[in-house]
């Protein structure tokens, strides 16, 4: 389903080489670690998948489209339709409550329902109760959990996570993993960057990154 | 939930922010509403010193004279023809007025609209000295001759009374109070005028029929000053008809006057434009100033927006709605403090001018502030919503 094909990426004029020819696919369904050390490459490869960041050669392929020479306004329709993400810092707008978080991406997509599907997605994160409480009145964790249900309001195709319990402690973490894993137990798509072999452990294959190249592939 | 409902969102939890935002633009509705108000003001004054300026109409006998002055020396004048005015043409110079005006105007308000004061100008011997004796109506006089202020003693308001002109009165020493004997009457000296820098200022004025009586001159007056009580009267129309309906009169629109001080204020009113558009101009950069950061400030919401599947358009759409919602606000304080700003300069600038709240203005404020505002927040957005995503939560 997504083909990274010899993917490059050089920061500044030739000097900081951050992916030197990455190749991999990942088949619908799977749930994949991107491992390695800070500067491994691991975060900009998954920025270049999802369209967040450019990359010097190469190709990504996502469901038999190219992705990587979008035009800006296609990378919008991608980015409504097929790719969601999970960061690490959560980045939920401050304004809004956790529905309406949830409810953002449609509201950019012109979709006005979704009401009573972002209900349902928050209450299976065990957020009934707090889904109108705007991000700064939740807990680190409950506030992932927002981010995620936000990731899966438009169904997407791949779900990208960057990092996402590096803010939470480690029980937080474990149960942010645990939806992961139920995440990919339903048939969801899941990309996740991690620099921590205990969650990386969680997916089914790892992919380690060193100095931008492949060092390893892992299937657990 | 729609886009809009988004932004409102986040303008009312980051008021204090948006307040901040508002500084440039409330600057700038506040300079350009003060000056407009302002500028309303003094034209208002100046309007009201027209008013103030006196005849509308100049009547004169319609002699044929011939001034044979050379330099400073006076040859006397060939004069052909009458050298007065037939007291009894005043009703008629009244009813032709009156009906000029409200033909004009479209009102049916009875009674005397113009205001008619003759003048009977004589040369008299008062203490040796030969002055100018100006019988008047003393009532119509003074209505016409609105600048005039009675420096000590009282107006003319009886028989036999004088009021003498400021310079007359210090040449000859007349006080109030002092008798003046005129051929077989005495007047008594009931005040003397300040000074209004004109002839006035070296005449006594006394009440018409005296003299008449005094002189000779029964039913005779030198001049007719016909002041119409409004701006737009047709004084030419007036005059026009009167020349053409009573012989031996001339009637002269005193139009000079009003048409050089209506360029004044035509050049008022543009230098007061020309300092409102610089303001603006600078306000307007104050107002990119405060935009740019405000926008700068929230390039990690652009990056999350993005993220989930924002477009570029729909990000300028969204601050574009902040940006009008920063203009009411704006405009609204700006109107306020540019009224306020009005009525604390403005009688500096033109003295004895009255500001007075501009509701016109409030509309005007609020679409200029609007305007600013968006203006100054497209650049700023356009430019943010090209950074890519990735940078944008690196910038944090």
Known sequence: MLEINEVTKVYGEGKVIALDNVSFSIDKGEYVALMGHSGSGKSTLLNIIGGLDRLTSGRVVLDGQRLDDLEEANLVDIRRKKISYVFQQYHLLPSLTALENVLLPLTFAHNADGHERATRLLDGMGLGKRALHRPSQLSGGEQQRVAIARALISDPLLTLADEPTGNLDERTGQEILGLFDQLNREGRTIIMVTHNPEAAKRARKIIVLRDGRIVDVIVN | ?396
């Open chain 2, 1 to 396: 939930m729609k886009l809009h409902q988004v932004v409102f969102k986040d303008v009312s939890r980051r008021k204090k922010r948006v307040l901040y935002a508002t500084i440039g633009v409330v600057i700038a509705t506040m300079t350009v509403i003060g000056i407009l108000t302002i500028a309303l003001a003094g034209r208002a004054r100046i309007y009201n010193q027209l008013e103030k300026y006196g005849a509308n109409l100049s009547l004169v006998p319609a002699t044929k004279s011939l001034d044979t002055g050379l330099g400073d020396l006076t040859l006397g004048s060939v004069t052909v023809g009458d050298n007065y005015i037939q007291q009894d043409s005043i009703p008629v110079i009244q009813q032709i007025a009156d009906t000029e005006i409200r033909q004009k105007i479209k009102v049916e308000q009875a009674g005397n609209i113009a205001t008619i004061a003759p003048q009977l100008l004589v040369q008299a011997d008062v203490k040796g000295t030969s002055v100018i004796l100006a019988g008047v109506d003393p009532k119509a006089e003074y209505k016409i001759k609105s600048w005039w202020q009675v420096a000590q003693g009282k107006y003319i308001d009886g028989a036999n009374q004088a009021v003498v002109g400021s310079q007359a009165a210090s040449l000859l020493r007349i006080n109030v109070g002092d008798s003046i004997p005129l051929k077989g009457t005495t007047l008594t000296v009931i005040g003397i005028l300040a000074d209004t820098g004109s002839a006035d200022d070296y005449r006594i004025f006394v009440p018409l029929d005296v003299a008449q009586t005094a002189f000779g001159k029964q039913g005779l007056v030198s001049t007719i000053d016909v002041r119409a009580l409004c701006n737009a009267c047709p004084v030419e129309i007036i005059a026009d008809a009167i020349n053409k309906q009573i012989p031996g009169i001339r009637a002269v629109a005193v139009k000079q006057v009003a048409a050089s001080e209506m360029g004044m204020l035509d050049k008022i009113n543009k230098l007061m434009l020309a300092l409102g558009g610089v303001t603006l101009i600078v306000g307007g950069f104050g107002v990119v100033n405060t935009l740019m950061a405000s926008v700068h400030e929230r390039i990690k919401d652009i990056g999350i927006m993005k993220a989930v599947g924002a477009s570029r358009k729909q990000i300028i759409v969204a601050f574009i709605y902040e940006a009008v919602v920063t203009g009411i606000i704006g405009g609204l304080i700006g109107y306020g403090a540019g009224t306020a700003l009005a009525y604390a300069i403005g009688p500096l600038i033109f003295e004895g001018s009255t500001v007075s709240v501009v509701p016109l203005y409030l509309p005007v404020s609020i679409l200029l502030a609007v305007l600013i505002a968006v203006l100054a927040t497209l650049y700023p957005a356009y430019h943010a919503t090209k950074i890519r995503i990735a940078d944008c939560f690196r910038a944090v």
